[in-house]
C-alpha cells in the first residue's frame, strides 16, 4: 500500500475511532486497537508492518518526552523508593518469570528471556491514555514506572539476544556493567541534551526557532544516549523531566502558545496511530504461525499473559509489606494506600509498542547463519499479550476502579486556588511598584487593583457566600464570550465584503482567540 494511502487510512481511523469511543463509552486506545485488528483482514494491508527503527527512532522519544514533560517530578520524588523498585526488581522478577513459563513450553532459554525482557516493561502512553480515572497519586507512579522501566528491560533484552545469536558471555559482572552503562550513560546523556536545550531556549527568542529547538531536543537525547551504547530511553525521560522544572523560567508565552498544542496534537496522532498499527501487527503475528503450532502459541500466549499479572500483583503486595516492616517511620505510615489499590495499579500495567518493537526488532538469523530459534513465536506472542492487556485490561479498568471507591481526590484544585490566589495576592502586594516602573495613569492602576480585589475576594470567601458571585461571574463570562463571537462574525463579514484582508482578519482573530481561551478557563477554575 502507497505511503499516502496509509496516512489517509490513518487518519480516517483515528477519526472513527474517536468518534465511537464516545458514544460507545470505551477508551480509544482499546477502540483504535481493534480496529487495527479488523484493518489486518484487509489483503492490501498484509504488507504494513511497523519497522522497529521507525518505533524506537520516532514514536518513543517524541511520545516519552512529552510524557516525562508534563509528569509531575513532585509525585515521583514522593514516591521514589516504589518506583526505582517496580523499574528494576519487577522487571527483572517478571522477564525471569516468563522466561521459565516459556521454557516450560518448550522454548529455549535464550529466545524465552528475549520473550520474558520484551514484556516485563509497561508502557508508559498506554498507561497515561487508559488510566486517566485514577487519582494522582497511583496515576503518578505508574506513569513514571513506564517511563523508566525500559532501561532495564531492554539492557536484559540485549544481553539475551546476544547470548542467543553468539556474540554475548552471559555473566554477572558483563551484565552489571551494561546495567551502569544504560543507566548512567543515559542519565548523562539526558542531562548534557537538556543543559544544552535550556542555553539555547534562553538566547532564541524567535518562536519558531524556539520551537524547533524543542522538537529536535527528545532525538538528540536520544541519539546521543544511543551513539554511547546507554538507554535512549532514559536520556529522554531526563531530559524531559529537566525541561519541565527549568522550561517555564526560560520559556516565554509565545513560544509555549504554539508548543503546547503542538505536542498535544502531535502526540495524540502518534499514539492513536501506533495502536491501530499494533492491531494490524497482530494480524501479521498470526498469520506468521503455522496452522498445526498456533494452537500451542495461543496456550503459551494466554499462560503468559496470566503470569504477567501473577508476578506483578504478588510484587506489589510483597514488596509493600517487606518495607513495612523494614521501615516504620511515621512517614512512612502516612503514604500506605489500601490493597484495592495494589489491584488497581496490577490492572493498570498494561503492556504496549515498546514490547511490540523489542520482539520486531529481534534478529532472523544467529552468528552461524542459522535462523533466529522462535523468532515468529516470540513475535506471536508479544502481539496476543500485548492486545490481551490493551483491550482485556484496559476495559476492565474502569469497572476496577469503581471497586477500589478511591477516596475524592480534590488537590488539585485546591493547589489550583492556592496557586490563584496567593499570585493575585503577589500582583497586589507588587502593583504601585509596577505601575510607577510603567508609568501607568492612577485611575488604570485603581481599575486593575478592583480587578484584582474582586478576583481575590472570589478566591478567598467560602463557598456558600460566592454562589451568587460565581454566578455573576459566569453569567460576564458568558456575555463577554457571545460578544467576542459577535465581534469575530463582524471581522468575518468585513473580510468577505473585501473591505479588509485576509491577513488582517488572521491578526485580529489570533487575538480574539487568545481572549477567548483566556476567559474558559477562568470560567472553568470557578467550578
Keep these: 500500500m502507497a505511503a499516502l494511502e496509509l496516512v489517509v487510512l490513518l487518519g480516517t481511523v483515528i477519526v472513527v475511532g474517536g468518534v465511537l469511543s464516545r458514544r460507545l463509552g470505551i477508551a480509544p486506545p482499546v477502540l483504535l486497537l481493534l480496529l487495527g485488528v479488523l484493518l489486518g483482514f484487509v489483503p492490501a494491508l498484509r504488507e504494513v508492518h511497523l519497522p522497529p527503527e521507525l518505533m524506537l527512532l520516532v514514536f518513543l522519544p517524541a511520545l516519552l518526552y512529552w510524557e516525562a514533560l508534563t509528569a509531575s517530578l513532585r509525585e515521583i520524588r514522593a514516591n521514589l523508593r516504589g518506583i526505582v523498585l517496580v523499574s528494576t526488581l519487577l ?11 516459556a521454557h516450560a513450553f518448550g522454548m529455549p532459554w535464550g529466545p524465552a528471556w528475549v520473550l520474558g525482557a520484551a514484556l516485563a516493561p509497561t508502557d508508559a502512553t498506554a498507561v497515561a491514555t487508559l488510566s486517566r480515572l485514577l487519582p494522582r497519586r497511583p496515576m503518578g507512579v505508574l506513569r513514571a514506572e513506564g517511563l523508566v522501566n525500559d532501561g532495564t528491560a531492554l539492557v536484559i533484552y540485549g544481553v539475551a539476544v546476544g547470548v542467543t545469536v553468539g556474540e554475548e558471555a552471559l555473566t554477572g559482572g558483563r551484565v552489571t556493567w551494561l546495567l551502569v552503562v544504560s543507566y548512567g550513560g543515559g542519565v548523562l546523556a539526558g542531562l548534557a541534551v537538556a543543559w544544552l536545550g535550556l542555553q539555547l531556549r534562553r538566547r532564541l527568542d524567535d518562536v519558531y526557532l524556539g520551537n524547533t529547538v524543542t522538537m529536535l531536543t527528545p532525538f538528540a537525547a536520544f541519539l546521543l544516549a544511543e551513539l554511547v551504547k546507554a538507554s535512549g530511553v532514559l536520556a529522554v525521560v531526563v531530559t524531559g523531566l529537566v525541561m519541565g522544572q527549568a522550561g517555564p523560567r526560560v520559556v516565554g508565552a509565545a513560544v509555549r502558545r504554539v508548543a503546547e498544542p503542538f505536542w498535544s496534537l502531535g502526540t495524540y496522532l502518534l499514539n492513536a496511530a501506533l495502536f491501530v498499527l499494533v492491531g494490524i501487527e497482530v494480524q501479521s503475528a498470526v498469520r506468521g504461525e503455522t496452522g498445526s503450532a498456533i494452537g500451542g502459541a495461543v496456550v503459551l500466549a494466554f499462560a503468559v499473559w496470566g503470569t504477567v499479572l501473577v508476578v506483578r500483583c504478588a510484587f506489589l503486595f510483597g514488596s509493600v509489606y517487606a518495607i513495612r516492616l523494614l521501615d516504620r517511620r511515621p512517614s512512612q505510615r502516612l503514604r500506605r494506600v489500601s490493597d484495592r489499590s495494589r489491584i488497581v495499579s496490577t490492572v493498570a500495567g498494561f503492556r504496549g509498542a515498546v514490547s511490540l518493537a523489542a520482539a520486531l526488532a529481534v534478529p532472523t538469523t544467529v552468528a552461524s547463519g ?16 500485548v492486545t490481551l492487556t490493551l483491550a482485556v485490561q484496559g476495559l476492565a479498568l474502569p469497572a476496577v476502579v469503581r471497586w477500589a471507591r478511591f477516596a475524592q481526590d480534590d488537590g488539585a484544585a485546591q493547589e489550583r486556588v492556592l496557586a490563584e490566589r496567593e499570585s493575585t495576592q503577589s ?36 463557598d456558600a457566600d460566592t454562589e451568587p458571585d460565581r454566578r455573576r461571574q459566569r453569567t460576564e463570562t458568558a456575555l463577554r464570550l457571545a460578544l467576542l463571537a459577535h465581534k469575530r462574525g463582524t471581522v468575518i463579514t468585513l473580510r468577505d465584503e473585501r473591505r479588509i484582508d485576509d491577513a488582517v482578519l488572521r491578526q485580529v482573530q489570533a487575538r480574539l482567540d487568545i481572549e477567548e481561551l483566556r476567559l474558559s478557563r477562568d470560567d472553568l477554575t470557578l467550578d
Excluded at 91 to 101: C, E, F, G, I, R
Design 91 to 101: 522487571v527483572a522478577l517478571t522477564a525471569w518469570a516468563v522466561a521459565a513459563v
Design 370 to 385: 542459522a535462523p533466529f530459534p522462535d523468532r515468529g513465536r516470540i513475535v506471536f506472542v508479544t502481539a496476543v499479550v
Design 427 to 462: 500582583a497586589l502586594d507588587a502593583l504601585p511598584g509596577i505601575a510607577a516602573g510603567v508609568g501607568a495613569d492612577d485611575d488604570v492602576v485603581e481599575m486593575v487593583r478592583a480587578q484584582y480585589v474582586e478576583r481575590l475576594a472570589l478566591l478567598d470567601a467560602p
